[in-house]
């Protein structure tokens, strides 16, 4: 699942081509609207898809933002503002092109399911293969509240202390650090595979209890949290299976990854285990980490 700086690189790579640029159309996929019939909602959220299309038609894209792991358009329409949600999901991706054709990846190019057409001709494309992504569009922010429960931004001055704050409450204090860390409400963007990397630095059990780590060791956490989110964002985010930018491109931080994927510690040489932890693999170096 992209995390937090792989919805980044996603987003500096929309903001200068997508900016200024008004659609004119809108299509959906014959998946979505089959959804739609049986009452389910495939990606194409809270509205109808004739809502949904009528409404983004003649829009503005004025700006692309990401909150945690969510791209946010920014848009304009006849003076009124709106906002276009986008959550990747596991295999979500947009592309900037002029024809589908020029998507070269066949199993993005086969799922395609929303095209918003260009007034100036381009395309802006959202593929996702399983489907588990999203797209909300809203008037603002607060029509989602979800969206307002998102813990601050890991690189903003308050985040530490949120993340500390709210891991010595009676909901977090006793649950495995590693779920704590992964959960949007404590920390923002930090899934899986950085969850890992961070506790395999500071040399921290995934299962070990939070309340079982001092402040001073859960403040350094935090730290290397950002460290190793802000290399991701510079390499490019990690590319382990379905990731890609805009362009179709990878990233590269998953050739800089010392403990996610990986069935022998780097360190001491040992084999590593895993464990399931919120549902998620967890991957451990049993002498390194206790």
Known sequence: MPELPEVEGVVRELS?????RTISEVHVSDVIKKSKELGKEAIVKGKTLEDFIDELAD?????????????????????????????LGMTGAWFVVNSLDDITERKFRNHIHVVLKMADGGLLVYSDIRRFGELRLLQKEEDYLPLLKMAPEP???????????????????????????????VISGCGNIYATEALFRMNIHPGRATERISEKRKRELFRQIVEVLQESIDAGGSSIS?????NGQAGTMQTRLK???KKVCGVCGRETKSM?????????CPQCQR
């Open 155 to 185: 690189f903003d001055e308050v985040a530490a202390d949120h993340f500390l704050a709210m891991a010595s409450t009676p909901k977090y204090a006793r649950k495995p650090i590693k779920e704590v860390i992964m959960d949007g409400h």
């Open 242 to 246: 379905d990731y890609r930018n805009i």
């Open 259 to 261: 403990m996610y994927g």
């Open 59 to 87: 829009m503005t894209i004025v700006d692309v933002t990401r909150r945690s792991k969510y791209i946010y358009f920014h848009m304009e329409k006849k003076g009124q503002p709106y906002l276009l949600v986008s959550h």
């Open 276 to 284: 399931k932890i919120a549902g998620r693999t967890s991957v451990y």
């Open 16 to 20: 200068p081509v997508s900016i200024g």
